[in-house]
């Protein structure tokens, strides 16, 4: 049966999930776009536009979210991918309206944002579920197979390092620029590699980080080429006709984490790098070492093992993983066999692909009252190592995650939470 979704947020990525959710209709059948929902209507009605030429028909369109949820008899699931301040008043008001929610990451703005959030599941049982689309590459998959096979032994340390630069915005996106709206980019982008460092170490007990700001004046209209057919459409409200934004949110951050585990990690991030990049994550083990994949590249992990001159790559990993095979949402998305050491696609068409596997793993959980892979307590867990990075970055001194969750370490998010009346 085909759910009936609504989207609220209809900017670059609400269009990326529109693919994505195209995509998931014409391999499932289990959705349809019924409705989207944005403040500006001329890029609601260019969403709109494109969904029609995606489904073969437009779904309505609403200015005002209180709206569609006045109209919401016709709305099984909510797909939420506007900028973040605003996920927890949708997320709370749909799923106490009866609506199933999916929400973009980073889950929420704050900690207690995304409490809110988790409370409203709890209160409603209706499902909530976090879009977090790193962990579904079938590549990462294949990474986490082969760890769990023992390929590099016991787990000792994760590096994860992803150092850059320039003048630009993040997609060229204003409200990025502030911690109230975004949190900063280690927590926009970085949540992504929290998620990850969960995903291949398990839980992070102790974080300490030193973070700052080096490049405080980001310039505009610097937005790749590639990406312009999904963002060329934005009305960026305020930051319209502005050349430049004056930044407020970390633009680096140096951690060094310990895992529950008794393992230790290093995670580096910075946009403000500039004229040499480096972008690695790696897990070292006490066999060998495992270089995990970059995500959504197609390009598959790489083991060394001490006495051997060349890394273990491409097919010869699958001998290393013999049990490994994509689950079955994805194997119905990915062409060939199910059992893959990398893979060529262009980005447009992997993006919209493991958007529709997170889509996919949401709708069939909805439907047979199930859980989702990525829910309320693994996304509050990826936003707090990001926001532990940054607490510990203004306290200078170590802080851990459970200080983050209860709520007793939060100064960093103070701003934020006043800015959206928490």
Not at 149 to 157: D, E, K, S, V
Not at 317 to 336: S, Y
Not at 339 to 368: C, H, N
């Amino acid at each position: 049966m085909a759910l009936r979704m609504a989207l609220a947020g209809c900017g670059g990525m609400g269009l990326r999930h529109v693919h994505g959710m195209a995509e998931t209709a014409n391999t499932f059948g289990s959705l349809e776009l019924v409705a989207v929902c944005d403040i500006h209507h001329a890029a609601a009605a260019h969403v709109a536009r494109e969904a029609r030429e995606l489904f073969g028909r437009e779904p309505v369109v609403y200015t005002d979210f209180r709206e569609m949820l006045d109209d919401a008899a016709g709305i099984d699931t909510l797909d939420i991918v506007t900028d973040t301040r605003m996920h927890h008043e949708f997320a709370v008001g749909a799923l106490d309206a009866g609506i199933h929610v999916f929400v973009e990451k980073p889950m929420g703005l704050t900690i207690k944002a995304c409490m809110l959030m988790a409370e409203a599941a709890d209160r409603s049982g209706n499902m909530l579920a976090i879009a977090e689309n790193y962990r579904r590459d079938p590549m990462n998959r294949l990474a986490r197979a082969l760890m769990d096979g023992g390929a590099i032994g016991t787990p000792h340390f994760m590096v994860d390092m992803g150092l850059g630069g320039g003048d630009d915005l993040m997609h060229d996106t204003g409200w990025r620029a502030h911690r109230h709206r975004a949190g900063s980019v280690i927590l926009e982008r970085g949540v992504h590699n929290s998620d990850l460092v969960y995903y291949f170490m398990g839980d992070v007990e102790t974080v300490y980080a030193v973070t700052d700001v080096f490049q405080p004046v980001r310039l505009r209209g610097l937005r790749p080429d590639g990406m312009r057919r999904f963002y060329d459409h934005r009305v960026e409200d305020e930051f319209v006709g502005m050349d430049t934004v004056v930044t407020d949110a970390e633009d680096t951050a140096f951690a060094v984490l310990r895992f529950a585990s008794g393992a230790s990690g290093q995670f580096s991030m910075s946009i403000a790098s500039r004229g040499h990049s480096i972008d690695t994550s790696t897990v070292h083990g006490s066999e060998g070492v495992i270089a995990l994949p970059p995500s959504r590249t197609g390009i598959g992990p790489k083991v060394m093992l001490p006495g051997r001159e060349r890394a273990i790559e491409g097919a010869d990993l699958l001998d290393m993983a013999p049990d490994w095979e994509m689950d079955d949402i994805t194997a119905r998305l990915w062409p060939g066999p199910r059992r893959i050491a990398s893979y060529d696609m262009e980005f447009p068409q992997i993006d919209r692909k493991t958007i529709a596997v997170e889509l996919q793993d949401f709708l069939q959980a909805v439907e047979s009252g199930g859980t989702p892979e990525v829910g309320p307590e693994m996304g509050m867990k990826a936003l707090a190592l990001s926001y532990a990075i940054l607490e510990s970055g203004m306290l200078g001194a170590p802080v851990t995650i459970a200080d983050l969750l209860d709520g007793s370490v939060s100064a960093y998010q103070a701003e934020s939470n006043a800015a959206v009346g928490l």
